[in-house]
């Protein structure tokens, strides 16, 4: 039973494509999220939905888009890809309450050649 | 600024112990974190600590806060090699929604 997953592992795709990442949590929790890994394995938050609300939005290009259709669902839309989003992207998710840390699915790996 | 500074590797010996430190900027972080990240994988949290303590054991794991100098540091007790990873520290931003910012994460060697 995976608690966080993400579709796809891996996505090789050509600049200039528009692609989307998928994320689904079992676990109940009522927050999602979404970090970028870059090559030096430092972790940057990108987005975050509290219940389908938009609650934290980095710095991000307007080509990232995130979209939560429901609170067990939180998916990335990326239009017009660069080399420079070559990355693991990673969803996570956690309940309100304050002590819980995340609970991450275990990553995308994107290059973009 | 959201800095939160780790080294970036340690090379240990099997049996011994491994002490990763952590400095964080927020001082009102009311918890603190430790995460682990084996190759290829996403990151496994492995313990935290509420920012009113000073220590907390979990089996071979120690964590100890030093509030007022904002550090942190993991202990892992007679180092396996099957310890061999990234581990990231990470404080949570109560102000900012909840988010966790990370540091750069400490790579961690464990030779026989």
């Known amino acids: 039973d995976t608690a966080v997953s993400q579709t796809p592992k891996y996505l090789v795709t050509q600049m200039g494509n528009d692609k989307s990442i998928k994320c689904e949590q079992n676990?109940?929790?009522?927050?999602m999220y979404w970090y970028k890994q870059d090559s030096k394995k430092f972790l940057k938050i990108m987005f975050s939905?509290?219940?389908?609300?938009?609650?934290i939005n980095e710095t991000v290009p307007n080509r990232f888009s995130p979209k939560s259709p429901d609170k067990a669902h939180l998916n990335l839309h990326i239009n017009s890809l660069e080399l420079g989003d070559s990355a693991v992207y990673f969803c996570?998710?956690?309940?309100?309450?304050?002590?819980?840390?995340?609970?991450f699915g275990s990553g995308t790996r994107l290059t973009v050649v | 600024g959201e800095d939160v500074e780790q080294s970036l590797f340690l090379s240990v010996r099997e049996g011994d112990s491994s002490v990763i430190n952590c400095t964080y900027t927020d001082s009102s972080s009311t918890y603190l974190y430790w995460y682990k990240q084996e190759p290829g994988a996403g990151l496994q949290l492995l313990t935290y600590i509420f920012s009113n303590m000073d220590m907390k054991q979990d089996q071979r794991l120690t964590v100890l806060l030093n509030k007022k100098d904002k550090h942190l540091s993991l202990r892992i007790a007679d180092t396996q090699t099957g310890d061999s990873a990234i581990y990231f520290c990470a404080e949570k931003w109560d102000n900012q929604g909840g988010k966790l910012i990370f540091g750069q994460g400490t790579e961690l060697s464990v030779k026989p």
């Open positions: 676990l109940g929790h009522d927050t």
């Open positions: 939905y509290n219940n389908k609300e938009l609650i």
């Open positions: 996570a998710s956690s309940p309100m309450s304050r002590n819980y840390g995340y609970t």
